[in-house]
């Protein structure tokens, strides 16, 4: 199981975040999809050269995050760093969801092939095209998903905590990335390190 990116907010902490909070761009999201991309893509090809090169050419590291940053200019990411990155895949599905290049949120026990998506090439193939044409589903529906992942988070968190049975439909790293995907997408956090995850 992965290690969580966790970040601890108080009750308040929460209500002045809600009061600030918006939905992220659909350029937002298109580059937060091509950095996604790119860590996943390095923690499961590493120093694969076409990858590097697909960074360079396309400037991507201007979508990357702090942290991101870090693992993409490491030649020798630790083992960790490599596993927390590649489960990345699934806070990915979840902005895939959004940008509706998946019909429906796959179940919430089972890891989802990202490299599945069918536009995956083009997106690929042309970033810059990706970020302009892209379109997302509505604020409500972005919101409703966030809050039903909350949810599903929060039973996660019960089993773990008192010792329950896991729910079978639920995976607690899968459970965790969607919803912080979500989380990001309907404007928690300041940036993409920093999206708070507390139930």
Known sequence: MKDNFDNKYTDMDNEELEEDMQVRTPKAVAERIL???AVIGKA???EDPNFKAWIATNDIKNYLSFKETEFINSNEPEQNAIINFSWRAEALTSLFWAANLIEEMPALNAQFDVYSIKQLA????NPKEFI?????RPDEDLTAMETELYNQHWRVR????????????????VVYERRY????IIGYGDDWDSVPTDT
């Open 35 to 37: 950095g996604l991309l």
């Open 44 to 46: 499961h090809q590493g």
């Open 122 to 125: 083009e997106i690929i193939g």
């Open 132 to 136: 302009t044409t892209i379109t997302l």
């Open 158 to 173: 019960d089993a773990q905590l008192f010792g329950k049975e896991m729910p079978e439909e639920l995976n607690p790293s």
């Open 181 to 184: 995907g979500l989380s990001w």
